[in-house]
């Protein structure tokens, strides 16, 4: 629900490299990693978590140099930023040089199986089936 309220004022009709499914999948990620506190924000440590773990899905090689540049670019503002600026960062290819649209979506896909989906199995199996139940009603 916060999504589809939120995505379409926030993204607009940014010309992107992903598709609407991967940028929500992006935004579930970012969720994940946020620091816990308002407006939520993902620090440096880990953009670079998240793009290191994106390039290694795609098959790609991390380039240090793009990453040093970007957190130069952090450094002026606060070090961080917000789920708009993470999607429009990854949406633009700046880390996906030399890559396909397909492999990129490939990429997201896996990161976001292995942040996401795998911690919510994880959660399951260790819920007493009552308790899902319940989760469920």
Avoid at 9 to 33: H, T
Avoid at 80 to 93: A, K, M, P, R, Y
């Amino acid at each position: 629900m916060c999504w589809t309220l939120c995505s379409r004022k926030n993204m607009g009709q940014k010309q992107l490299f992903i598709s609407n499914n991967d940028a929500f999948k992006i935004w579930c990620i970012f969720n994940f990693l946020s620091e816990d506190r308002y407006p939520l924000i993902i620090v440096t440590e880990e953009i670079e978590y998240f793009l290191r773990k994106l390039t290694e899905a795609m098959g790609g090689s991390w380039v240090e140099e793009r990453f040093e540049d970007l957190k130069l670019q952090l450094h002026s503002k606060q070090q961080c930023l917000n789920v708009w600026e993470l999607i429009s960062l990854v949406g633009s290819g700046h880390f996906s040089k030399g890559m396909d649209q397909q492999t990129l979506s490939m990429g997201i896909n896996e990161v976001h199986q292995e942040l996401i989906l795998d911690v919510l199995k994880q959660v399951e199996q260790h819920l007493s089936p009552l308790v899902l139940n319940r989760l469920v009603d």
